[in-house]
C-alpha cells in the first residue's frame, strides 16, 4: 500500500492523521519539511470530508478535525452525565481556563478576555455599553460586518448618536493611504472607531497598529472587529493596542459552534455597561459585562483542545500555509482576461481568504455555476464595492482542488 492509499485509508476508518492523533512523538516536528505536499495530505486524512463538493467556504464555520470533534462529544459526555454538579461546581473555573487559554493565544492578559458566543455578541457589547452622550460619532467602513452596522445604527436611534462610513481602498498603495482614510473621518465629537482587522469579504489584512495609534493621537478609542483572525495568522493583542476586540472561535481555531471572545484592555473594563444584568452588581471584571446565564459547557471545553490542535500544527506554520494555498490559486488567476480579484496582491495584506469575480456574471450567478457545474462551494458577495465569491479554504484543502477551482474560473471567464 503506498502513502497515498494509506491515508485514504486511514481517513475512511475516521482514525485520523498520524500527525495530530496522539503520535505526534513518533515524527521530529523541527525536522520535517512542511512545504511538502505529503504533510498536509496526512492532516487533511484528520478531517471527514464530504465527498459531493469542494468545501471553499471555511470563513462562515470550519467543521472540527475528527480528534476535536470526538472530544467534544465527550465533553458532552461528561457534562450530561453530571448534569446540575458539574454546572454548579466546576463550570466557572473550567470556562475560566479556557478564555485564560484563549488570552495566551493572542497575547492578552486573563483578566482582559471572556468567552461570548460570537463575534457579534461581543462586539454588540461593546457598542451598546459605551457611554455615548447624544452628538458623540462613531466610525465604521461600508465593508464591516453588516450586522455591526446595524447595530451602530440601531444606537444612533436609541442614543442620539451619529454614525459615519468609510470605505477601505480595495488595493491600496501604501498603510498611510488607508489610515488616511480613516482620519479624515475623525472630528471632535468622534469617541469610536470600528476597524475590522481583516475584512470578511475580501481577505484584506488591514495595518490596525498604525490606525490605533492614529485613532488614540486623536482622542478616538478603536474597537477591532477580528472575527476571522484568532487561528488564522499570528498578531499579539498588546502589540494591536486596540481598546477592545472581538472574535469567532468556531471560524480558524476550529472550535464547536457558538464560541467566541472578547478582549478589553484593562482601564477600559470600569467603563462600560452591560447589556445584560451581571448575576452580582458588584463584580468588577470583564465577567460583569457578559452573562449568558446557563449555556451549553461542553463548548467552553473544547476551546482548550482546539487550541492544542492548533499548537500541534504550530501557528505561524499554520498561518504559511493558509497564505500559500490562498496565493497558489490567486496569482493563477490574477492576469486572466474576465476574472478579477478583489483581494490586495501584496502578500502580508492577506492570509488564507481572497475574493474573485468573473467579469460577465454576477456574484449570484458565479456562485451558482461553480456548485451546481463543478461542485464547488462558496459564497456570493455583491455589496460595498466588491462583486465576487469569497473564497475560503483550510488546512485540509488540498492544491488538487484548488488546480479544478482554478480551471473553473479560466473556464467561465472565457
Known amino acids: 500500500m503506498n502513502k497515498r492509499s494509506f491515508l485514504k485509508y486511514l481517513a475512511a476508518l475516521g482514525l485520523g492523521s498520524p500527525l495530530l ?3 505526534a512523538e513518533a515524527f521530529n ?32 464555520y470550519c467543521f472540527l ?12 459526555r461528561k457534562i450530561n452525565y453530571q448534569g446540575s454538579y458539574y454546572m454548579r461546581t466546576v ?12 488570552a495566551e493565544l493572542v497575547g ?10 460570537n463575534t457579534t455578541e461581543s462586539l454588540d457589547l461593546i457598542i451598546q455599553g459605551f457611554p455615548w452622550n447624544p452628538g458623540d460619532e462613531a466610525i465604521y467602513s461600508n465593508q464591516d460586518y453588516g450586522s455591526m452596522q446595524t447595530m ?3 444606537t444612533a436611534k436609541r442614543r442620539g448618536i451619529k454614525t459615519v462610513r468609510i470605505d477601505i ?6 498603510d498611510e493611504e488607508i489610515v488616511e482614510v480613516y482620519r479624515k473621518a475623525i472630528t471632535p465629537k468622534t469617541k469610536l472607531m470600528m476597524v475590522p482587522h481583516i475584512v470578511n469579504i475580501t481577505g484584506h489584512i488591514l495595518p490596525v497598529r498604525k490606525i490605533a495609534d492614529m485613532a488614540h493621537s486623536h482622542g478616538v478609542e478603536v474597537m477591532l472587529d477580528g472575527a476571522h483572525a484568532v487561528g488564522h495568522f499570528t498578531f499579539n493583542m498588546h502589540d494591536l493596542d486596540c481598546d477592545y476586540y472581538g472574535s469567532s472561535l468556531h471560524k480558524w481555531l476550529s472550535v464547536p459552534l457558538g464560541c467566541g471572545m472578547l478582549y478589553v484592555k484593562k482601564e477600559k473594563i470600569g467603563k462600560l455597561e452591560p447589556m445584560i444584568a451581571p448575576f452580582n452588581l458588584e463584580l468588577k471584571t470583564l465577567e460583569y459585562l457578559n452573562n449568558t446565564g446557563t449555556h451549553p459547557a461542553a463548548t467552553d471545553l473544547a476551546v482548550l483542545d482546539a487550541v492544542d490542535f492548533h499548537g500541534k500544527i504550530g501557528a505561524k506554520r ?10 497558489y490559486w490567486s496569482d493563477q488567476v490574477r492576469d486572466v482576461p474576465g476574472i478579477q480579484v478583489n483581494t490586495p496582491i501584496d502578500p502580508e495584506r492577506s492570509c488564507a481568504i481572497a475574493n474573485v469575480g468573473i467579469e460577465k456574471m454576477s456574484p449570484a450567478e458565479m456562485a451558482k455555476t461553480l456548485m451546481d457545474k463543478y461542485q464547488i462551494f462558496t459564497v456570493a458577495i455583491d455589496g460595498a464595492g466588491v462583486r465576487g465569491c469569497r473564497i475560503s479554504p483550510n488546512i485540509y484543502t488540498s492544491t488538487e482542488e484548488l488546480d479544478r477551482f482554478v480551471a473553473a474560473l479560466k473556464e467561465m471567464a472565457s
Request: glycine share 4%; charged share 35%.
Open 21 to 23: 492523533s496522539g503520535k
Open 29 to 60: 516536528w523541527n525536522n520535517m519539511d512542511w512545504n511538502s505536499e505529503d504533510i498536509w495530505a496526512q492532516i487533511r486524512a484528520g478531517y471527514k470530508l464530504k465527498p459531493d463538493y469542494i468545501n471553499l467556504e471555511n470563513g462562515y
Open 65 to 76: 478535525p475528527e480528534e476535536i470533534l470526538e472530544k467534544y462529544i465527550q465533553h458532552v
Open 91 to 102: 463550570k466557572v473555573e473550567d470556562k475560566a481556563k479556557s478564555a485564560a487559554k484563549v
Open 108 to 117: 492578552a492578559d486573563p483578566e482582559e478576555v471572556v468567552l461570548t458566543r
Open 152 to 154: 451602530f445604527e440601531l
Open 169 to 174: 481602498p480595495i488595493h491600496p498603495e501604501s
Open 318 to 327: 499554520k498561518e504559511d500555509r493558509l497564505r500559500y494555498i490562498q496565493r
